[in-house]
């Protein structure tokens, strides 16, 4: 049997955001197929309740793509009057842009590499869930796709996405972060890495 608490950690305010964010991306789904994007907002939450994160980081988390995605400017003036400043804080900081169209992909992700430095403690728990989750859905699909998979994105270069995360992982632990999810992500993208150098090693005759 689960062990109870007095005190919960998580709110009638979690719930709030847990349907305000399936309302801001109800007709979104994850790249390559139908999976609703909830899916993601829902593992990123997950991620940030079980490494300890708080009420806030958990709302931020289901709210992170929500400024990017679902409305700029606007939408996160909703988050701060309805979640408050911590959260809209962490999604703002979170956000790789709010500008339509967005700027090139490279110039973009340089940016918010550089931004990490600046950013909140609280708000780098929720970036390297966010980070850690794509990554294993990348891997996961990459052992059903294989090469293929790069061609749902943007940037078709698997050696672009593989600088950004190394990148990415440089920058959390030059902030200092202490997450199980830095090494666990690493891992992830070891792995990937080590299944596309194999398959593009394969010669079929």
Excluded at 38 to 64: R, S
Excluded at 159 to 186: I, N, T
């Amino acid at each position: 049997m689960n062990e109870r608490t007095t005190t919960p950690r998580l709110s009638g305010q979690f719930s709030k955001a847990l349907v305000y964010a399936e309302l801001k991306h109800h007709t979104q789904v994850r790249k390559g197929g139908e999976i609703p994007y909830l899916g993601h907002l829902l593992c990123v939450a997950g991620l940030v309740v079980n490494d300890n994160g708080t009420e806030a980081q958990a709302i931020a988390a289901l709210l992170h793509d929500c400024v990017e995605d679902a409305g700029g400017a606007p939408t996160l003036a909703e988050i701060r009057a309805n979640f408050g400043d911590d959260v809209a804080r962490i999604v703002d900081e979170c956000s790789d842009t709010d500008v339509t169209p967005k700027p090139p992909w490279r110039e973009r992700k340089r940016n918010y590499i550089a931004h990490l430095r600046d950013v909140g403690d609280d708000t780098l728990l929720v970036s390297l869930a966010d980070k850690l989750d794509n990554a294993r859905s990348m891997l996961r699909d990459y052992r059903a796709e294989g090469p293929q998979l790069w061609q749902r994105f943007t940037v078709t270069d698997p050696e672009d996405h593989f600088w950004y995360y190394r990148e990415l992982l440089r920058a959390y632990r030059e902030r200092g972060c202490r997450s199980w999810m830095v090494d666990e992500l690493d891992r992830v993208i070891t792995e990937l890495r080590r299944l596309a150098n194999q398959r593009e090693r394969t010669v079929v005759v």
